[in-house]
């Protein structure tokens, strides 16, 4: 069966510092591979997502970057971090296709930002 | 663009009692619509979803309808329950699109 890791689980690091969030996918190949981000009392907001190795797509414009340097590896950096970075990341995968119709969440990385 | 609009929070129940969470959504064509649960300090979960309209999603008491005419997919459980306290996310997925949009979520809370 196919699962999801993500890691660290929490994350308190200071302002202009920088991030990696890792999340990785076993039991399924070429997963298409989400980054979303939930801010305190917020909504799901999407990052980026990804179709193939090398390729990703970014939806908001910001300090973050994000890489899929492997098949079911996919990473969330930044160079240096802001207060306005702090919240809940969550990745996520789905089939390609019809399969993508179905998103499958990862138990999220908390980032608090000081 | 899409987009997907929930009924605003929290909202506050006793158990057994009734439980609709309104959405209503746009977007082009026949997209695909979903409710996730994301439980206390958890990930999200598929609920439930439905691919075409009229379509009804059903899961552990929850039922959705996927209503064309009225571009809506609300969340309904006849009786609630202290386990169902949680945050419960509306989305679409657009026809060919890889993404799903969120809505931003309705928390519930269901008191003993």
């Known amino acids: 069966s196919q699962t999801i890791h993500q890691w660290p689980a929490t994350l308190v690091q200071p302002v202009g510092s920088p991030l990696s969030l890792e999340c990785t996918v076993e039991?399924?190949?070429?997963?298409?591979l989400y980054w979303y981000r939930q801010a305190a009392g917020r909504g799901l907001q999407l990052l980026f997502y990804?179709?193939?190795?090398?390729?990703i797509s970014s939806e908001v414009p910001q300090n973050l970057s994000a890489s899929r340097p492997q098949d079911r590896q996919f990473i969330l950096s930044s160079k240096k971090l802001l207060l306005s970075d702090s919240g809940f990341y969550l990745c996520?995968?789905?089939?390609?296709?019809?399969?993508?119709?179905?998103?499958?969440f990862g138990a999220g990385s908390r980032l608090t930002v000081l | 663009g899409d987009s997907v609009t929930q009924m605003e929070g929290p909202v506050t129940l006793s158990e057994e009692a009734f439980l609709t969470i309104n959405c209503t959504y746009t977007?082009?064509?026949?997209?695909?619509l979903f409710w996730y649960v994301q439980y206390p300090g958890e990930g999200l979960q598929l609920l439930l979803k439905?691919?075409?309209?009229?379509d009804k999603g059903s899961n552990k008491g929850f039922e959705a309808t996927y209503r064309k005419e009225t571009t809506s997919f609300h969340l309904e459980k006849g009786s609630v329950q202290v386990s169902d306290s949680a945050v419960y996310f509306c989305?679409?997925?657009?026809?060919?699109?890889?993404?799903?949009?969120f809505g931003q979520g309705t928390r519930l809370t269901i008191n003993p």
């Open positions: 990804s179709v193939g190795i090398g390729q």
């Open positions: 039991g399924t190949s070429n997963p298409n």
């Open positions: 996520a995968w789905s089939g390609g296709g019809s399969g993508a119709n179905v998103l499958t």
């Open positions: 989305a679409l997925r657009r026809q060919g699109a890889q993404k799903l949009v």
């Open positions: 977007a082009t064509g026949y997209p695909s």
């Open positions: 439905a691919t075409k309209a009229d």
